[in-house]
């Protein structure tokens, strides 16, 4: 009997994923628990794994598409079973063609003639998608390309041959090859025999080659890139903070010596500690989660129409990472040790980075902070997560002068930027609340032995 494969819902707050990339291909022969298809939650990419054991029959969907939870994705059974009424509506991928041996035709019936590409049209080749997107990614044509998979199938094996096979030359002489009036010899005059644009010879319908000193025309190549996946939540997000809440922004220095001075002596701390890879974020994340309970109004959560103020501080830590920003949230950080925080600061991060991080994990956060100080950036502004009324912007770690008696000296200080919402938040209760954290970070020794 045959048996859909579902799109899993991750989470509480997750509508529908992205499938990313098949990993099996209708015909393959698929084992209960492997991985089928690579997905992308808002945040995360995960591994969709296979109930039984069996033939993958058909796709329903393809790379790229956005398929609501709970819905057949796939479908594994036997070789030629029926699987109609498993098909969901809205499907667009193709089912699988059967396996099952054709039909036997009359024995007067002529063979079928191949059907014939019309002319002027590129041969129609049956890629798959891993194949088409490299492709695609690499401008590899693939008219005329032999195919390994069944059928003649294209693929990405096939798609990575052709390029190895190519001959080495630079971008411009690639972009001047591929638009039909240059031809490259099989090897050039560059370093290691790379073909450049002085190797190249105009093809006969090319024109005339211009004078020496004119500069060789380059088409002007853009990449559309689709806005889904994570890039498409932060911008729905951001967006809606910007339109729905009244955003004020506080800045104030803290004096960052004791930091400095602290995070110096843990470095060089017994490993048995095990306190030498706590950063200085991880120093600013313990000082957030021991002055925000003294501030309940900046540690809750604003629906509209009531205000929840927690006594837990569930800390959000913006994360940046090759899919865009991320934001795992430390549970119950006001009782984490440094130790402990530190380690699930990381562990978290870490998560974010692999595409491990699941939708639980980023969810229920009732502060945030970001972190843009490790590239340089002194001030900035950030823009709130609703429903939470508050977030904390760190900047960079700078020199400021410091008036002190009748001298001025130079102290380092750290940039924090606090953005509320005034529908619920005050200026009053957010400048306290920075002079605490300030206050707070100038002596981080003492607020660890409280």
């Known amino acids: ?26 015909g393959d022969a698929v084992s209960a628990g492997d991985s089928v298809c690579e997905i992308e939650t808002d945040k995360a990419t995960m591994e969709v794994e296979s109930p039984v054991g069996g033939t993958l029959l058909a796709q329903f969907f393809g790379e790229g598409e956005e398929v609501p939870v709970m819905v057949n994705i796939a479908v594994i059974g036997a070789p030629g079973e029926d699987f109609a009424s498993l098909r969901p509506a809205g499907a667009n991928a193709p089912a699988a063609p059967s ?22 049209e590129p041969q129609r080749v049956g890629i798959s998608p891993r194949a088409r997107h490299l492709a695609e990614r690499k401008g590899l044509p693939t008219a005329g390309l032999a195919g390994s998979g069944p059928g003649g199938r294209i693929i990405e094996r096939d798609v990575q041959a052709a390029l190895e096979a190519q001959p080495r030359m630079t971008p411009l002489a690639r972009s001047m090859v591929a638009s039909g009036d240059f031809v490259a010899p099989p090897t050039g ?34 990449e559309v890139l689709p806005v889904r996946g994570t890039r498409r939540i932060i911008a729905e997000r951001m967006l809606a903070s910007m339109q729905t809440t009244a955003q004020l922004t506080l800045d104030m220095p803290a004096d960052a010596r004791a930091l400095q001075a602290f995070r110096k002596q843990l470095k060089a701390s017994p490993e048995a500690l095990g306190l030498q890879k706590v950063t200085i974020n991880d120093l600013l994340l313990l000082a957030v989660s021991r002055t925000l309970p003294q501030f309940p109004d900046l540690n809750a959560l604003f629906t509209g129409d009531s205000i929840a103020q927690h006594r837990s501080v569930h800390l959000g830590f913006a994360v940046d990472t090759p899919r865009g920003l991320i934001v795992p949230v430390i549970r119950h950080a006001d009782r984490l040790s440094l130790k402990d925080l530190s380690r699930e600061a990381r562990r978290l991060a870490d998560a974010c980075q692999n595409g491990k991080i699941t939708p639980d994990e980023l969810s229920g ?38 008036e002190d008696e009748d001298e001025v000296a130079f102290i380092p200080h750290i940039a924090l930027s606090l953005t509320i919402n005034h529908q619920v938040v005050d200026g009053a209760p957010g400048a306290r609340f920075l002079q605490a954290l300030s206050r707070n970070l100038s002596q981080i020794q003492l607020l660890l032995a409280l």
């Open 99 to 120: 396996p099952a041996a054709p039909a036997p035709q009359p024995a007067s019936a002529s063979p079928a003639a191949p059907v014939e590409t019309p002319p002027g």
């Open 189 to 222: 005059s560059g370093a290691g025999g790379r073909i450049t644009t002085r190797d190249l010879q105009p093809t006969a319908s090319a024109p005339a080659a211009a004078p020496a000193s004119a500069a060789v025309p380059v088409e002007d190549r853009v």
């Open 1 to 26: 009997m045959a048996t859909a494969i579902v799109m899993p819902k991750l989470g509480n707050t997750v509508e529908s994923s992205i499938i990313v990339r098949w990993q099996k291909q209708p």
């Open 365 to 402: 956060g009732t502060f945030t902070v970001t972190n843009l100080g490790s590239l340089g950036v002194e001030h900035f502004t950030p823009i709130l997560n609703p429903p939470q009324v508050a977030i904390l912007g760190v900047g960079s770690i700078h020199l400021k002068p410091v």
